[in-house]
Nanobody, 119 residues
Framework: QVQLQESGPGLVKPSQTLSLTCTVS?????????YWWWIRQPPGKGLEWMG????????NYNPSLKIRTSIARDTSKNQFTLQLSSVTPEDTAVYYC???????????WGQGTQVTVST
């Protein structure tokens, strides 16, 4: 069974960098045609896709966040990471990692982790 688990600090100060890790089990992040996503949901708002890293290691970012976003991977640990720089309180959200399978759908999600940007 595929499982994804987000981890990282729940509180980040403004102007700092938010860093999260998604640990994957039951699948390899290098399996062909898998894409691994970061998505967030601010309070009272809808889901916002942030970007992904492909099985090949290539990235695709939301243009509105691209300048502040970096998604990387550690294949030895079967993990992928999110870094979001220069955060503001508007970056407060529940952050999810997810898998895009061969159907093109996000078929497995982590439970989500709350990140609050505040002094």
């Amino acid at each position: 069974q595929v499982q994804l688990q987000e981890s990282g600090p729940g509180l980040v100060k403004p102007s700092q960098t938010l860093s999260l890790t998604c640990t994957v089990s039951g699948d390899s992040i290098t399996t062909n045609y898998r894409y691994w996503w970061w998505i967030r949901q601010p309070p009272g708002k809808g889901l916002e896709w942030m970007g992904n890293i492909a099985y090949s290691g290539n990235n695709n970012y939301n243009p509105s966040l691209k300048i502040r976003t970096s998604i990387a991977r550690d294949t030895s640990k079967n993990q992928f990471t999110l870094q979001l720089s220069s955060v503001t309180p508007e970056d407060t959200a529940v952050y999810y990692c997810a898998r895009e399978g061969t159907t093109g759908l996000l078929d497995y999600w982590g439970q989500g982790t709350q990140v609050t940007v505040s002094t």
